[in-house]
Structure formats: C-alpha cells, structure tokens
C-alpha cells in the first residue's frame, strides 16, 4: 500500500511551458485535492474532485486544470507556467467524497520552480 | 465560508517544558477540525482531529486537544516536548454549511530547544 505517490520531487521550468504534475492513490478514495504551499499563506487549494469525472475549483485555480478520469490518479496541469507558480505542490486524498470531514493523505510533495 | 487563524508564526519552547499550539476557527455549524504536521522536507501528517464526541481527543506523538466551543478553540498540547516535535503545524477546518472546502490555517513552525 504506498498511500498517496507524486511525481515528479522536483522540477524547473522556463516561463509559459507547460507540464503535468502527477498524483495517484491507491486506497480507494473519492476525494482527491492539489493545494499549493508558500512560505507564511499556509495551504490553498488549487482543484478538487470528489469522484472520477467530477472536478471543481478550490481557491487558487486559475493557470491550472485537472481531470479525474480514474479513481486512482488526479494529474495537475500548467498550462503556461509563470514565476507565480513557483511553489510546493501536494496531492491529498480522502476516503469521503465530502471534502473535509475526514482525515487527509497527502503525497510528499512536488518542488515547483518557474524561472 | 469558513476560516481558521494560528496567531503564532512561531513558537519556542525548552525540550521538556510543556508545548502547546493554538488555533481559532470561524465556521457555520458543527465544525470538523483537523490538525497536520510537516516535518522538514515531508508531505504533512494526521495528528489530531475533532468531529463530534468527547470534547478531549488524543492524537499522535503524545499530543492531545481539547474542543472549546465557545472559545472557538482547538490548541493540541504535549507535556513535555521533544525535540524530534520540531515542525510545522497546521490547523484545518470544515463546515458541512460551507464552500466544500477544507481552510486551512498558515502554519505555526514549532523550535524545541534542547
């Protein structure tokens, strides 16, 4: 059981490329999330899902897509990086559909820098 | 929508002397509150949560916190710290009347000086 895996650890990006930042899960959970984590704002949610084929925005969710095509896997898209996007990116999953009434499984984190 | 507020950025505390970190919510309805730790370089990790019950929960490495309704409070305590409990601490709550979004707080960076 590895519990929440991302790839890549770590990765540097020139300004408007593009990538997928990957999540996968597999303990069978409905709810999966992407936050972005900076220094002295804590966790904001980028997109969440609470099912294969249901997304929806969190707080911060301009610059990126998701798709949830499987229950398992729940990829983060930059469309066109900007330096903005410089950040620690981490995938969480939750074995309710309802967000947040249950304990969280976070990945360990993808280290993002757009130069 | 619901909010959470860690006042401390950071908090110093002598290895052995009690530890304790503080958190204030701001939702409507029944909160359910949740508390995560970072160690350094690491994803964050379950330590405590309250959702309904006993208003005393124990958690993980020793901690436990006590839900204070009207206070809005829920500040995880440990009698004696470590100094392995250096981290980053995060408060995190949800409303079922909210945004369906899990707040979270910005973090205390707890130092424990042996």
């Known amino acids: 059981n590895a519990g929440v895996t991302q790839t890549p650890k770590f990765q540097v990006l020139k300004t408007g490329q593009s990538m997928t930042l990957q999540c996968a899960q597999d303990?069978?959970?409905?709810?999966m999330s992407w936050y972005r984590q900076d220094p002295g704002m804590g966790l904001r949610l980028i997109h969440y899902s609470v099912g294969a084929g249901i997304t929806d925005q969190g707080e911060v969710p301009n610059g990126y897509n998701v798709s949830r095509s499987t229950t398992e896997d729940f990829p983060l898209r930059l469309l066109s990086a900007a330096p903005s996007q410089t950040s620690v990116y981490f995938c969480?999953?939750?074995?309710?559909?309802?967000?947040?009434?249950?304990?969280?499984?976070f990945g360990p984190g993808t280290r993002l820098t757009v130069l | 929508a619901q909010s959470v507020a860690q006042p401390e950025d950071q908090v110093n505390v002598a290895e052995g002397n009690p530890l304790t970190v503080k958190c204030t919510y701001s939702v409507s309805g029944n909160p359910y509150l949740f508390w995560y730790v970072q160690y350094p370089n690491r994803g964050l990790q379950f330590l405590l949560k309250?959702?309904?019950?006993?208003?005393l929960v124990k958690g993980s490495y020793g901690f436990e916190a006590e839900f204070n309704k009207s206070q809005t409070s829920f500040h995880p305590k440990k009698p004696s710290a470590l100094v392995s409990d250096s981290a980053l601490y995060f408060c995190?709550?949800?409303?079922?009347?909210?945004?369906?979004?899990?707040?979270f707080g910005k973090g205390n960076q707890v130092v424990v000086i042996p």
């Open positions: 995190a709550a949800y409303s079922l009347y909210g945004n369906n979004r899990l707040a």
């Open positions: 303990m069978n959970h409905e709810y």
């Open positions: 309250y959702i309904t019950g006993d208003n």
């Open positions: 969480a999953s939750s074995y309710s559909p309802g967000g947040g009434t249950d304990t969280q499984y």
